[in-house]
């Protein structure tokens, strides 16, 4: 069970992704995770990496795609695995199916999980964080107690730059520009699977889960 997750920011893939983890005993894997465990073990790809993040450039997409297929030939991934945030773009697809096909492998599901803008705005918009111990609220769906007050610690709750409606509009935007070309990739694959991500999160999983059995 091989599953890349593709969704906006804010769609819930991530959590979508640990559940899927949880329930078919498969790892939840990253780039940021892989990249900080090859950096932290010293490895020459870990090195190699290192070398550009500190020059304050991007990590090669060849780079990229070997530290993921080192991650995914490894002994927990031998019931499959779940990908998030990569690939991100047509090269790093191409260049992991490549990878994959030398070993008679191949992608077996993406898994898109559509919100539209309006909605990932909302969300997005709506989250309030507490500045000194960091519990998060939403000003809507899990609204403190008092308005602007943290329920935990009694201070004040901010909204993250992250979170401000022109911030995710960029964000928006930028992904739609890369995303939209792979999720076109994969259907041409025949591998994409659309999943409301309007709905609740229970709904949301059941509909994933009914996919992969």
């Known amino acids: 069970m091989k599953i890349i997750m593709l969704g906006a920011p804010g769609a819930g893939k991530g959590t979508q992704a640990d559940m899927i ?3 078919y005993n498969v790892p939840h894997i990253s780039t940021g995770d892989i990249f900080r465990a090859n950096i932290k073990n ?5 090195q190699k990496a290192k070398g550009y993040m500190d020059a304050g450039e991007l990590v090669p997409d060849s780079l990229v795609v070997d530290l993921v297929i080192n991650r995914i030939h490894q002994d927990d991934c031998a019931n499959g ?3 998030d945030g990569f690939p991100r773009t047509i090269p790093q697809a191409e260049a992991l199916d490549a990878a994959l096909a030398e070993s008679g492998e191949a992608v077996d599901y993406a898994i898109n999980v559509d919100v539209p803008d309006e909605n990932i705005v909302t969300r997005m918009s709506g989250r309030r964080a507490c500045v000194k111990c960091g519990a998060t609220y939403h000003v809507k769906y899990n609204a403190p107690k008092t308005e602007g007050i943290c329920d935990n610690c009694g201070s004040e709750l901010i909204q993250r730059d992250d979170d401000k409606p022109e911030t995710v509009l ?3 935007s930028v992904y739609h520009e890369q995303t939209q070309p792979l999720i076109d990739y994969y259907d041409g694959k025949g591998i994409v699977k659309n999943i409301d991500g309007t709905q609740d999160l229970e709904t949301v999983f059941a509909d994933i889960t009914a996919i992969l059995g």
């Open 42 to 46: 010293g490895t020459e790809l870990g």
């Open 21 to 23: 983890c949880n329930k």
């Open 81 to 83: 695995y779940v990908l």
């Open 170 to 172: 960029n964000r928006l």
